[in-house]
Every structure is written in C-alpha cells, then in structure tokens.
C-alpha cells in the first residue's frame, strides 16, 4: 500500500467494540471485496470491503474475518483467513500478507490460509448458536451486483441452516460513525493532501484549460503525497456544468468570465475527504458572482456552528433551510410571496439549492451513521450548501469536513484550505 502502515491498535479497538455488542454464543463473519473483471483478462483496481479494513486493517483480496468472542478454545476467538503466499505469488502478483505481516497489521495472532476455512468454519459452527451476516443497509446503497459477502452469506446459511442469524450492519453503523482519534488524524492527512491540490490548481488555471487538465493537476498532486487518488468521481464544472448537481465528464473547455465548481477530495488510507470550492476562470469574481459566493459562504459557516451533539440531522436541515432562504430572499432570488406560498415538502429555497446540507464521512465517502438517531462528539459530517441559477450561467457550491465536539462548535479539517473569496483572489493573482 503507499500508505504508511496504521496502528494496530486502532483494529484492535475496533474488535473490542463489536464484539461487546454481539449476542452470547454468536459469532461474525466479514469477506474480503471481490476483484471485479472487465473484459478479456483485465481487472479494476482492488478496493478493500471498508467492514474487514475497519475491524482489522487488512487491505487485500480473498480474506475472511471471523469473530467468535464465546468460544471455547481461546485462539479461535479471533482469525483471519489468507490467501496463501509463496515465491511463485510475490514474483507475478507482488507479495501478500504473510501470517506475521497480518499479526502486525492487525493485532490477530490466529491466521490460517484460506484453503482451510470450511473445516474451521465447521468446527466453529458446532460451537456457535447465531451468525452474524454482513449485509449492505445504508441508506443509499444500490447493490445490483452480487458481492463475494453475497455469495459467502447464501454458502453459510445453505449449509447451516439451523443456526439464528443477526446483522453486523446495525452495530457498524452505530460504530463506524464515531471516530477515533487515529481515524481523525488519517482524514486529516486526507484533508491536507486535498488542499495541496487545491492550492496547485490556483495558480494553473487560466482561460481555455480543460476540465481535464485540472482533474490531472489535481491527481498529480494527490499521488505525490501517497494518495490512491480521488475518494470519489471528481466534479470539475466550468460554467453552466456546475447547476448538474453529479457532472463527471470533466471533457469542456473553461471560458473566461465563468466559475468552475469542483467537487474533488483525496483518499488516504481508505478515509476519504470530501471537498468543494467554486473559484472564477479569470481570478476575479464578478460582482454578481461575489455576492451569491458570499451568501453560500454564510450559510455554510451558519450551518456548521448548528452541528452539535444531540442534534436531530432531519431538524437540522429544517434549519439550513431557514438560513438559505433569507439568503435567497436578499439575493433577489426569491420574494416574500415564493416563501409564503411553499409547498411545505418542497420548499421555495429547494429551487436553488435542492440537495442535503451534510452527511457522514469517512472510511466511506456517504459514511456509516443512522441519520435518525443525535449527532455525537467525533461524528464526522461535510458542510456542503450550494447555490444554482442557470439563467445566469453558474452554480456555487462549497464544502468542508467537519469533526463534532462535546462542547463548541465543530473542528474543522478544510480550515486550512482557501475559501474566503478575496483570498481565492489574491492566490490567483499573485
């Protein structure tokens, strides 16, 4: 991995803690994501099922966690299954965890190869009553492929059918969303990866740059310091591109006078920003553009002193609301008869800025949390409101990654990126 190698105290922690949750005489199983074909013999990139790499900082293929915290033989409580490794493998394929790597990357001493997982699992499966299964409930998932967690799930319950199941996803969720200190720091170092990458493209851009020259500079910056590259599908939208809320093409040319929305963040570790800014092709804003900047800009600031614990996420953006419509109402863009008029489910500020304020962040850029339960101290969200108006050709959005604290208002891991927009200014012309 380019990553420099994560405490395994963190993993250890993290087992702790589910299995404090689990069921007496119960035991978890977590796969491994498939490596997904393409054609011919051709492969995507392997990315790691953030559930294993959370309770044990394996980041490799083919690797099976199972947690039995009752078991009877105290060495089974916790074990890994690898894919064996030998010469042949690191020659052609480049070397795999062996059984003391895996130790030091993950705290577990019980490591087995994988070709003797089904004994095993059958000796565990006498001493259990309940399995816990892994299945996908966040509230955006959209799975039409079967996963490898898929396909060990139906393996496991065809062959044990008389055993009770439960769900990980649950505990995960309640887990996962409260950060531990060396998960902060990691999205921090995510964090100050993406700024260098903004601070590069401000002195690059200049009229007719394309897109995708900016979605390189930006890649350049985020491998050089040891990043995968983007968290997520950058969004480089020059001009008109920024009011289409999900544009990737990144393929058009940007002209002077227009603003360039991005929506692009590194990776480190698996973590993920999460980043937006919205700068003018030309280095300066336009007076029209600076003010509806500067209305996004205070909302966003608003919108983060209201993430506390104890906060109820629908409430919340109940009240991002109220502080983009009196935005709205001073820009001209809406009269006082478009708010008194609303349709209460949608109302009249959704014309503008018709997405959500926050979500989690993490391991996951759309991170584990139950948005219908408080907000928490080391909750991690992104503040990201957004003003759109194609009649006037441009689209403002602004984003950063929020820690929520016990006491005051959030600590904020984009403070040191440029957003004020006489500072975007002056780093553009200097």
């Not at 559930?51 to 490799?60: A, W």
């Not at 994988?114 to 955006?140: A, G, P, S, W």
């Amino acid at each position: 991995m380019k990553y420099h190698q994560i405490d395994s105290s963190l993993f250890i922690k993290n087992r702790k803690n589910f299995m404090s949750k689990m069921k007496p005489s119960s035991l978890a199983v977590f796969n491994s994501n498939d490596i997904y074909p393409i054609s011919a013999d051709s492969t995507l990139p392997f990315a790691q099922h953030r559930d294993i790499f959370y309770l044990s900082g394996v980041d490799q293929e083919e690797s099976i966690l199972v947690l039995f915290p009752d078991c009877p033989k105290e060495n089974h409580r916790e074990i890994l299954f690898l894919t064996e490794t030998n010469e042949h493998i690191a020659v052609w394929e480049g070397e795999k965890l062996t059984k003391e790597a895996a130790l030091a990357t993950s705290g577990i001493k019980t490591v087995y190869w994988l070709k003797d997982m089904e004994k095993i699992m059958f000796e565990l499966m006498t001493q259990c009553d309940t399995v816990y299964i892994n299945t996908n409930e966040h509230y955006r998932a959209s799975v039409v492929t079967e996963t490898r967690e898929d396909r060990f799930t139906k393996w496991l319950t065809n062959k044990y059918p008389a055993h009770s199941v439960a769900k990980s996803n649950p505990i995960l969720q309640r887990l996962r969303s409260v950060k531990d200190q060396i998960e902060i720091d990691l999205m921090q170092h995510a964090c100050d990866i993406t700024e260098k990458g903004f601070r590069r493209i401000l002195n690059f851009v200049r009229p007719d740059v394309w897109e995708f020259n900016i979605e390189a500079e930006f890649m350049h910056e985020f491998l050089n310091n040891r990043s995968k590259g983007f968290a997520y599908t950058p969004i480089i939208a020059s001009g008109n591109n920024a009011n289409v809320l999900h544009y990737i093409e990144n393929n058009q040319q940007c002209k002077a006078g227009d603003l360039i929305l991005f929506d692009v963040a590194a990776e480190y570790a698996n973590y993920a920003s999460d980043m937006s800014r919205t700068i003018p092709v030309l280095g300066r804003f336009t007076d029209r553009q600076k003010a509806v900047y500067n209305a996004v800009n205070r909302v966003k600031n608003e919108a983060t002193k209201l993430l506390t614990p104890g906060t109820l996420w629908a409430e919340y953006h109940v009240e991002v609301g109220k502080l983009m419509t009196s935005e709205l109402l001073g820009l001209g863009l809406l009269d006082k008869a478009d708010v008194q008029n609303e349709d209460k489910d949608w109302p009249a500020y959704k014309k503008y800025f018709m997405h959500g304020t926050s979500h989690h962040i993490g391991l996951d850029t759309h991170d584990y949390g139950i948005l219908t339960e408080p907000m928490q101290a080391n909750n991690v969200f992104t503040v990201e409101p957004g003003i759109y108006i194609p009649a006037e050709g441009f689209g403002i959005r602004l984003e950063d990654d929020v820690v929520i604290q016990e006491n005051g208002e959030p600590f904020n891991l984009m403070r040191n990126i440029p957003i004020e927009a006489e500072e975007i200014e002056d780093l553009m012309n200097s």
